[in-house]
């Protein structure tokens, strides 16, 4: 019995005339996520980044030489929210990892492109990055692996 099935269990004694059952998933499945989250902001850490900059510079570099995009393009792409990508653009460009140039399609929008210094942060942090996701997803097998990635993907699907 671990922690969810405890707290299922109580509601069954205090509450009887209601179903605890979606506990067992959304329970664990916030678990995870916290877990998931510090294990990965640890990685980042150690390379001095957060996962807001890492996702901004992952989601440029996604893109293919010249590695540019609009900045609704970016936030659109980017596991970062919408609003919170002008702050991050603006912090990332004083550090040297990101310009913004005039978009030769519209003269009013700008383009975000990774730059050197911003691809070199990436390629050091990536293959951490992906081995903490490794280890993390370890105690599964491949088809459990696909399995999940499906399940999770009818919970949250694309756009």
Do not use: C
Not at 105 to 123: A, F, I, M, S
């Amino acid at each position: 019995m671990d922690h969810v099935d405890h707290i299922i269990e109580q509601w069954r004694i205090e509450r009887p005339d209601l179903d605890p059952s979606p506990m067992a998933v959304i329970g664990r499945l916030s678990r995870a996520a916290a877990i998931v989250d510090a294990r990965l902001s640890a990685t980042f850490a150690r390379h001095g980044v957060d996962s807001a900059t890492f996702d901004v510079l992952a989601t440029l570099a996604r893109q293919g030489a010249p590695y540019r995009i609009s900045p609704a393009a970016l936030a659109a792409s980017s596991m970062i929210s919408s609003s919170a990508v002008a702050q991050r653009l603006n912090r990332l460009e004083a550090a040297g990892f990101i310009t913004r140039k005039p978009s030769s399609d519209d003269g009013r929008g700008k383009l975000v492109q990774l730059t050197e210094p911003g691809h070199e942060l990436l390629n050091r942090v990536l293959p951490d990055h992906l081995a903490a996701e490794e280890r993390i997803l370890s105690l599964f097998t491949s088809t459990e692996r696909e399995t999940l990635a499906d399940l999770l993907a009818r919970l949250a699907p694309s756009e």
